[in-house]
C-alpha cells in the first residue's frame, strides 16, 4: 500500500487545505488503498526562529507587509541564479537529509513553493529513487521556488503558472495543468442559498456580505467591516476571523449597526460560500478558488505584494472579481455592487463561474496515482 508524505506547513490555511483536498480526492478514489501524512516543514525542519513561521508569518504579513513582500521580491530575483538556488539547497541539507528517514514514503508530495527544490536535492544526494511531485498552490503567477527541473512531476493551476514553468526550464512532459487543488466539497454543494442560510440560521431575504482572511484572519478585516457598516448599503455582514482569536474577540467587542455574525474558524466553508451573495477576501489562491467553484463574486480587499497581486488580476481580468485594496476602497465597491438590485453583481457571478476549475483535485488525484 503506498504511502504518501505530503510536504506543507501551516502558515496561512492553503497549504493544508490543498493537501487535505488532494488525500480527500485520492480517498474517494481509492478508498483503503493508500496511507498518507503531514509534515510541517517550517515547524520541524528549519532552525530557530524560522522554525515558529507557523505562528508568526501572519503576523508578519499584518504587521509589516512591505519587509515581507521586500523579502519574498528579493527571493524571487536570487533564486533565479542557480548558483544561489545550490546554495540555499545545501544550507538547508543537513536538517533535510533526515527527513525521509524520519518518515518513510512512497510517493513524495510537496505543496509548499520554499521547500520543493531543499526537498528534491534532499532526496537525490540521498540518492533515493522516489517520486517526486510538486503541485503548485501558488494561482497565477507561482513563484520560483516553486520550480524544480529534476521534479518527476509539476502540476500546475493556471496558464500563466505553465508558461512560467517552461521559461524557467521545466519540459512539458514533466508538466501538467492540471487547475488549483481545492477540497471535493466545493465541486458538489448541491443545497440552495435557502438551505444553506438555513444551516447557518441567517436571514433569507437580505444580501449577505462575507469576509474572511485565509485560514488566520490577515489583514485589515476589523477596518474592512467597519467601513463596510458605515455605509449606506442594505446588507447584514458575516466575519470569518479564521484561527485568529483576538481578531474574533474584538469583532464581537464592536457595536455593529447592522446585523453581524461572526465566527472563528469554520470547517464547512462551502455552505458559508454558498449561502452568502459577496465575499471580501485578500487575494489567497485557495479562497479565490473555492469561491469560483460555489459561483461566489469576490472584492479582493488585499493582496500581499507580489505574492498575491498577480492572483487579483488575474481574477479581475477574468471579470471574476474587483480589485479595491483598503478598507474604504472595499467598503464603497461593496455599495456600488449591491445598488440597483445587484445588476453588477450579477455580471461578477458569471465572470466568477468561468474560473472553476471543477475537475482540477481529480486530475490532480490522477497524476499522483500514476507513481502508486
Ligand atoms: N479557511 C477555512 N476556515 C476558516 C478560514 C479559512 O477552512 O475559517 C480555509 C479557506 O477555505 C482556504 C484556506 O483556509 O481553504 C485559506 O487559504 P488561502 O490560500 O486563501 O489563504 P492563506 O490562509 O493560505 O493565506
Known amino acids: 500500500m503506498p504511502h504518501i508524505l505530503f510536504l506543507m506547513s501551516d502558515t496561512g490555511g492553503g497549504h493544508r487545505a490543498a493537501s487535505r483536498a488532494i488525500e480527500a480526492a485520492l480517498q474517494e478514489k481509492h478508498p483503503g488503498q493508500f496511507t498518507s501524512?503531514?509534515?510541517?516543514?517550517?515547524?520541524?525542519?528549519?532552525?530557530?526562529?524560522?522554525?515558529t513561521m507557523p505562528q508568526t508569518y501572519s503576523?508578519?504579513?499584518?504587521?509589516?507587509?512591505?519587509?515581507?513582500?521586500?523579502?519574498f521580491w528579493l527571493g524571487e530575483r536570487v533564486f533565479q541564479q542557480r548558483a544561489w538556488s545550490r546554495l540555499y539547497c545545501q544550507q538547508m541539507y543537513p536538517r533535510l537529509k533526515n527527513l525521509y528517514t524520519d518518515y518513510p514514503a512512497d510517493i513524495i508530495v510537496c505543496v509548499h513553493s520554499v521547500f520543493v527544490r531543499p526537498a528534491v536535492y534532499a532526496l537525490r544526494k540521498a540518492r533515493i529513487n522516489k517520486p517526486f511531485i510538486t503541485v503548485i498552490t501558488d494561482y497565477a503567477w507561482p513563484t520560483v521556488l516553486w520550480y524544480d527541473t529534476h521534479v518527476d512531476r509539476c502540476l500546475v493551476p493556471t496558464e500563466p503558472a505553465y508558461r512560467r514553468g517552461l521559461t524557467l526550464g521545466l519540459k512539458p512532459s514533466q508538466m501538467v495543468l492540471t487547475g488549483a487543488p481545492v477540497h471535493p466539497k466545493f465541486t458538489r454543494v448541491t443545497l440552495t442559498k435557502e438551505q444553506a442560510r438555513e444551516q447557518l440560521g441567517w436571514k433569507k431575504d437580505v444580501p449577505i456580505v462575507m469576509l474572511v482572511g485565509g485560514g488566520d484572519g490577515m489583514g485589515p478585516l476589523v477596518s474592512t467591516a467597519r467601513a463596510i457598516d458605515a455605509q449606506p448599503a442594505h446588507c447584514e455582514l458575516v466575519v470569518i476571523a479564521g484561527r485568529n482569536a483576538a481578531l474574533k474577540s474584538m469583532l464581537e467587542s464592536i457595536a455593529w449597526k447592522r446585523p453581524t455574525h461572526i465566527y472563528g474558524f469554520v470547517d464547512n466553508m462551502q455552505v458559508f460560500m454558498r449561502a452568502a451573495d459577496l465575499l471580501i477576501t485578500k487575494a489567497g489562491p485557495a479562497t479565490i478558488t473555492e469561491a469560483a467553484l460555489v459561483g461566489l463574486p469576490m472584492v479582493l480587499s488585499g493582496a500581499i505584494k507580489y505574492q498575491e497581486t498577480p492572483n487579483a488580476e488575474y481574477v479581475v481580468h477574468h471579470k471574476a472579481g474587483v480589485?479595491?485594496?483598503?478598507?474604504?476602497?472595499?467598503?464603497?465597491?461593496v455599495t456600488n455592487l449591491l445598488a440597483n438590485g445587484g445588476h453588477a453583481l450579477q455580471e461578477l457571478a458569471d465572470g466568477v463561474r468561468a474560473?472553476?476549475?471543477p475537475d482540477a483535485i481529480w486530475k490532480i488525484a490522477d497524476e499522483i496515482w500514476k507513481y502508486s
Open 37 to 51: 501524512q503531514l509534515v510541517d516543514m517550517w515547524k520541524e525542519y528549519t532552525p530557530f526562529p524560522f522554525n
Open 355 to 357: 474560473l472553476a476549475q
Open 323 to 333: 480589485y479595491a485594496p483598503g478598507p474604504k476602497r472595499a467598503a464603497r465597491t
Open 59 to 71: 503576523r508578519w504579513v499584518n504587521f509589516s507587509p512591505d519587509t515581507y513582500s521586500a523579502n
